[in-house]
């Protein structure tokens, strides 16, 4: 068995395209330490008017360029929210809000896993299950959490894909801490109830868009003045904001799936340099070639097919989504992976969403939707999607 893992594809690529010297920065693992910031232990690279760091959390490679008077408090605070929603919606942390779900099959719930759950179960009805935020059991018999991989046998596919119900994760009232040590002056408490026993939620496929997204609003509440603009990169999950010093839109490359990393086939100018703010674009790829494993010849990716249980094969390469919705973008990308490109074309004409998307085929073929036509510079043979 083969496994390949590329982190930082594409913040290498926002490196080399703003022209920005990154300096990798020597965070290591969360601390966890009490009353200890997770900023605390980063490396940042003030120059220029602007700070860039890197460190590895979420399992991938976080880059983070961000200009303007206040950007290195800015970067502080962007970190130790990536640090706080981990604790929140990882599901690999032993000390997670959602890793303590899954174990106990109900909790009381922070606002941010609630709205994190509910998005993604909304957008999985949306979907018509393309996009299934219950699939853990299936996600791990594969391996992909242990990164012990192995193919399962049907029969077992079949029976855990009977708990991969999301909407049988419920909101419910459910008694407070306080309550249950015998004081019952504040009731009850907000939380989330697993109808299926054996459930489990994984919010991979969504979890640092939604994270990008709290990026955003914060860096719009409490930086619109300090910060002109910003590349936060969470693996293959862009987030660009406002515009470079010199007024200039930032660029992102789109990988090319068949070479190696940093090197691009099209790349794709974000729509977020409007005048004095710092409205967000988010540029989102999953890729069949990020994570997967092979066995004789034939490559399992970590992206699976809700309806069979089995990572999709359907001739696409990658998928890419703009939107200004983070948490969106991610979710596509992974539902519209397992649609395949015909399913993928109509969901994007039917305007259930406002989003435009890129996609490669195996053989290396760029199709766009008209959204994205002025803003790409391909250098593949490339077909535009019309309405
Ligand atoms: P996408 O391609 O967007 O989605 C694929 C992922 O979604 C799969 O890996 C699977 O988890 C899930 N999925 C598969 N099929 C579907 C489907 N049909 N519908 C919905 N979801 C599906 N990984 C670790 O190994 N260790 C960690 O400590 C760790 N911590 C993390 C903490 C957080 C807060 C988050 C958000 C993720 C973490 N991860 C961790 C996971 C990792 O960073 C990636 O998010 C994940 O592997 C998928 O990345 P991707 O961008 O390719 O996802
Ligand atoms: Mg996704």
């Known amino acids: ?125 949306e979907t018509e299950g393309a996009f299934n935020i219950a699939l853990y059991p299936v996600v791990e018999a594969w391996g992909f959490f242990s990164k012990d991989y192995r193919i399962p046998e049907a029969e077992e596919i079949e029976k855990l894909l009977m708990l991969a119900r999301p909407e049988d994760a419920q909101k419910k009232e459910l008694p407070s801490k306080e309550w249950s040590n015998g004081d019952e002056g504040s009731s009850v408490e907000k939380g989330i109830v697993y109808e299926t026993e054996g459930m489990k939620i994984d919010l991979g496929g969504i979890g640092k868009g939604f994270i990008a997204d709290k990026i955003a609003q914060m860096f719009n509440e409490d930086y619109a003045e300090g910060v002109t603009g910003a590349v936060i990169s969470l693996g293959g999950n862009i987030l660009c904001m406002g515009k470079k010093p010199e007024g200039k839109p930032f660029k992102v490359g789109l990988q090319d799936p068949d070479k190696g990393v940093g090197e691009y086939l099209a790349v794709i100018t974000a729509d977020s340099s409007s005048e004095g703010d710092l409205t967000p674009f988010s540029i989102v790829t999953s890729g069949n070639y990020e994570r997967f494993f092979e066995v004789d010849g034939v490559k399992y990716t970590h992206i699976i097919d809700p309806e069979t249980g089995y990572p999709v094969e359907n001739g696409l390469a990658s998928v890419t989504v703009t939107s200004d919705d983070s948490a969106l973008a991610d979710a596509l990308t992974t539902a519209l992976f397992v649609m395949g490109y015909d399913k993928a074309v109509e969901f994007w004409r039917s305007g259930t969403y406002d989003f435009e998307m890129a996609l490669i085929d195996e053989n290396g073929k760029l199709y766009l939707t008209e959204g994205l036509k002025d803003q790409v510079k391909s250098y593949v043979q490339t077909e535009v999607i019309t309405r």
Do not use: W
């Open 1 to 125: 068995m083969r496994s390949k893992s590329i982190v930082g594809v594409l913040f290498a690529a926002i490196l080399a395209l703003s022209g920005c010297t990154g300096s990798r920065g020597a965070s290591g693992e969360p601390s966890g330490d009490q009353g200890h910031l997770f900023s605390d232990s980063l490396v940042i690279d003030t120059s220029n008017g602007k700070s860039v760091t890197a460190f590895s959390a979420l399992d991938t490679v976080i880059g983070m360029t961000v200009y303007g008077a206040e950007s290195e408090n800015a970067i502080r605070d962007a970190a130790d929210l990536i640090d706080r929603m981990d604790k929140v919606i990882s599901t690999q942390r032993e000390d997670s809000e959602l890793r303590y779900l899954n174990e106990s099959g109900n909790a009381i719930c922070s606002e941010e896993l609630m709205e994190a759950v509910s998005r993604g179960q909304m957008i999985g009805r």
